[in-house]
């Protein structure tokens, strides 16, 4: 369905903060892939997010807690030396 997990994680984040399954659909998807994407974007640890929802399916991303900074691609670049 995807050619790597690179463009899964792409569609990811370009959805907006809280999604349904017709949101993935959007992006060409159809049928009950769609719901299949929202729950493994749901239950997979690479994706930050949780199911709010389950009529209509519907996740919401995590955000930072108050307080804690994300670092910039700059800071992670210079912890890791690259």
């Excluded at 299949?36 to 930050?48: D, K, S, T």
């Amino acid at each position: 369905m995807f050619e790597s997990f690179e463009h899964l994680r792409r569609l990811f984040d370009r959805l907006p903060g809280e999604f349904t399954a017709e949101d993935v659909g959007r992006s060409g998807l159809t049928g009950g892939r769609r719901h299949m994407l929202v729950r493994h974007f749901a239950e997979h640890p690479a994706f930050e997010c949780e199911l709010v929802s389950r009529q209509p399916l519907t996740v919401r991303k995590a955000t930072p807690d108050e307080g804690e900074s994300t670092p910039t691609d700059a800071e992670e670049v210079a912890a890791t030396g690259d």
